[in-house]
């Protein structure tokens, strides 16, 4: 959010961001129903791939997502991070997997298209993935 100094210099108000909010939480499962139904079923577990951020307290959103997500779903729900945090979409993924689910889908906790997005699109398109929605979308990884 701007500072009092940078909003008076533009004469604007500052708001706070959209990290955290349940509403976006709300979003991300819409999404993650609507690409289960596109890709023909529902997903046996779900990673949230967020921005990434080193900054204390940067990956607090997509934190919050994966816990208000996993109150809503029947099935684990884990993080994931695109730059800058551990575990990456493709670890993420890798992860359960390896403990027998197939139908993995990774809800993008992005606000609009750009790099990471295009990532994650490439990657689950190289896996055979079926995608969905962009930004604050879904990508089902069958």
Do not use: I, Q, W
Request: positive net charge; aromatic residues 4%.
């Amino acid at each position: 959010m701007p500072g009092p100094a940078a909003a008076r210099r533009f004469d604007c108000a500052g708001t706070r961001g959209l990290s955290g909010e349940h509403a976006v939480s709300l979003a991300l499962y819409d999404r993650l129903r609507a690409a289960e139904r596109k890709a023909g079923g529902p997903a046996d577990a779900v990673v949230v791939a967020g921005a990434g951020s080193s900054r204390p307290g940067g990956n607090d959103g997509t934190l919050a997502a994966v816990r208000r997500l996993g109150l809503l779903l029947p099935v684990p729900v884990t993080a994931a991070y695109c730059s800058s945090s551990t575990p990456t979409p493709a670890e993420a993924v890798a992860r359960p997997h390896a403990l027998g689910f197939r139908r993995v889908a990774v809800a993008t906790h992005l606000l609009a298209p750009g790099r990471f997005t295009r990532a994650l699109a490439a990657l689950y398109a190289g896996a055979g993935g079926r995608s969905s929605a962009g930004s604050a979308g879904l990508r089902a990884a069958a």
